[in-house]
C-alpha cells in the first residue's frame, strides 16, 4: 500500500478502502507521508469527491488519530450541538443551558477560537473576567453533573490529524469539498462522543455554505456519517443571510445571550434557539417536537437556563454578576453611529460584509495569534422589513482599539439594502 496508488484511485474515482484511509490519515498524521502527496489526494478529492462510504471511513480515521472521551461518568444523556458557523451566532450559550434545564440531559461542549469576522465560542466566553476555558477533564465532567452543562477550548489531543489536515486544504485552496468538511467537523464532534449530537447547518450571505441545496447535502451527509458511527444524529438547515441577533462581536454577544435568558430579547434568535433546543431534547428522548418545544420556552420563562449559565460560569471561575448586570463585560471606549439618510425600508442585509466590518474594528481575527478586542462589534437597530426614519439609528460601531470609523462605517453601511419611501409613507 502507498500513497501514490491512493491518489490515482482518488483521481481515476475508484473507491478506496477502510484500510487504504486509514494509511493515508495515520500516514499523514504521523509525518510518513509528505504534504504534497497528502495535496495531491486532497485536490482529487475537491475535483472527484467521495463516496458516503469512503466519507465515514476517512471520518472515522481522523476520529481515531487521538483520543476519544469517555463520558461515562456523566451520569445524564449527553447531547452536543454543532454550527456551521455564521456571523452573530451565539446560540451555544443559550441552548445549552436550556437543554440542561431538562431533567436527566447535560450539555458538555468543546469549542474553539475563531478566524475570521468574530472570535468562536471561546472568545466569546472569555470576555467574562476570570472565565477559564483551559479546563482538565475531570473538573469539566464535576461541572457537567453538576450544573448540566460547559463549554471548554478542544483539547489538543484531539483529533490531531484534521488539525493538520485542515490546516493543509486551508493553504492548498482545498476547503470547499463537502466531503472533506464533513469529516473534519464530525471526526472532533465523534471524539467528543457525546450520546446524541445536533448539527446547526447554516446557509447564506453569512455562511460557509451559500445556497440550502449545498446545506442541504452537507446536512444529510453528515447525519449518514453520524448514524453510522451509532449515534443519534440530526441536522437543521437555518437562515445565515442576515446576522443572528442584533449584536456582533464577543462580549456584544454574551450581553444579548444573557438579555434572552432573562426574556427580554425575543425575534428570531429567540425562535431559532427554542427550535434547536427542542431538537437536541427530542433526540435525548424527552417527548414529542411539540412537547420539546414547550419544555425549551419554559427552561427560559422560568429562569431556569439563566441559573444553570450563571451557575456555570461561576463554576469555571468567571464573574457571574454578568448575569444580572451585563454592563460588568468589556465595555468600548470608542463608538459611532450610523443614521438613515433618509426614510427607508430594509431589503436587505449582507451577513458576511456586516462581519468584516465588525473584524475591522478589531472583534475578529486574521491570524490564530492576533488578540481580539471583546469590546469591538455592531449592534443593529433593525431587523430585515423594519421601515426606520430619516436620521434614525442603523447601527453603532463599538471599538476599544479603533478610533477611525471611516473604512469600518462604510463597509457596515453599504452591507445594508434600502427602499426608499416616499415621503409621509413612513410613520
Known amino acids: 500500500m502507498n500513497a501514490v496508488d491512493i491518489i490515482n484511485k482518488t483521481k481515476r474515482k475508484l473507491q478506496l478502502t477502510e484500510d487504504e484511509m486509514k494509511y493515508l490519515v495515520n500516514g499523514y498524521t504521523s509525518g510518513e507521508i509528505p504534504d504534497y502527496q497528502m495535496s495531491a489526494w486532497l485536490m482529487a478529492v475537491c475535483l472527484n469527491g467521495l463516496t458516503e462510504e469512503e466519507t465515514v471511513a476517512l471520518t472515522l480515521a481522523m476520529r481515531d488519530s487521538g483520543d476519544i472521551l469517555d463520558l461515562s461518568c456523566i451520569e445524564k444523556i449527553t447531547v452536543d450541538k454543532h454550527s456551521t458557523g455564521g456571523v452573530g451566532d451565539k446560540t451555544s450559550m443559550i441552548i445549552g443551558p436550556a437543554a440542561a434545564a431538562v431533567c436527566g440531559v447535560a450539555v458538555p461542549k468543546m469549542s474553539g477560537r475563531g478566524l475570521g469576522h468574530t472570535g468562536g465560542t471561546i472568545d466569546k466566553l472569555e470576555s467574562i473576567s476570570g472565565y477559564r476555558v483551559d479546563v482538565e477533564f475531570d473538573e469539566f465532567a464535576d461541572i457537567v453533573n453538576k450544573t ?34 464533513c469529516a473534519s467537523i464530525m471526526s472532533k464532534k465523534l471524539a467528543l462522543n457525546a450520546d446524541c449530537l445536533l448539527l446547526d447547518v447554516k446557509w447564506g450571505s453569512g455562511a460557509f455554505m451559500k445556497t440550502p441545496e449545498d446545506a442541504e447535502r452537507l446536512g444529510a451527509l453528515m447525519e449518514k456519517v453520524g448514524n453510522a458511527a ?7 438547515i437555518t437562515d445565515m443571510n442576515t446576522p ?30 427554542i427550535e434547536l433546543t427542542a431538537n437536541m431534547l427530542e433526540l435525548a428522548g424527552k417527548g414529542t417536537i411539540s412537547e420539546c418545544t414547550a419544555m425549551a420556552k419554559e427552561a427560559i420563562a422560568s429562569g431556569k437556563a439563566l441559573e444553570i449559565l450563571k451557575e456555570t460560569i461561576e463554576m469555571q471561575g468567571g464573574d457571574s454578576r454578568v448575569c444580572d448586570d451585563t454592563s460588568l463585560l468589556p465595555q468600548a471606549k470608542y463608538s459611532h453611529v450610523i ?28 491570524s490564530k495569534d492576533e488578540e481580539i478586542d471583546y469590546a469591538a462589534g455592531i449592534v443593529l437597530e433593525f431587523e430585515l422589513g423594519d421601515k426606520i426614519s430619516m436620521d434614525a439609528p442603523l ?9 477611525d470609523f471611516s473604512e469600518a462605517a462604510l463597509r457596515a453601511y453599504h452591507a445594508v439594502g434600502f427602499r426608499t419611501l416616499t415621503e409621509g409613507a413612513l410613520t
Do not use: H, W
Open 395 to 403: 447601527m453603532t460601531l463599538y471599538s476599544d482599539t479603533v478610533s
Open 230 to 236: 451509532g449515534k443519534k444524529c440530526r441536522a437543521i
Open 148 to 181: 448540566g452543562f460547559s463549554i471548554i477550548s478542544q483539547s489538543g489531543q484531539l483529533c490531531p490529524a484534521d488539525k493538520k489536515i485542515y490546516a493543509l486544504r486551508n493553504s492548498t485552496g482545498t476547503v470547499d469539498s463537502i466531503p472533506l468538511i
Open 339 to 366: 443614521y438613515a439618510p433618509f426614510d427607508v425600508e430594509i431589503v436587505s442585509v449582507n451577513a458576511e460584509e456586516l462581519g468584516m466590518a465588525s473584524l475591522l474594528l478589531g472583534a475578529g481575527r486574521i
Open 244 to 273: 443572528l441577533g442584533c449584536c456582533i462581536g464577543n462580549s456584544l454577544e454574551i450581553k444579548e445571550a444573557v438579555e434572552l435568558l432573562q426574556g427580554k430579547v425575543k425575534g428570531r434568535l429567540y425562535d431559532i434557539c
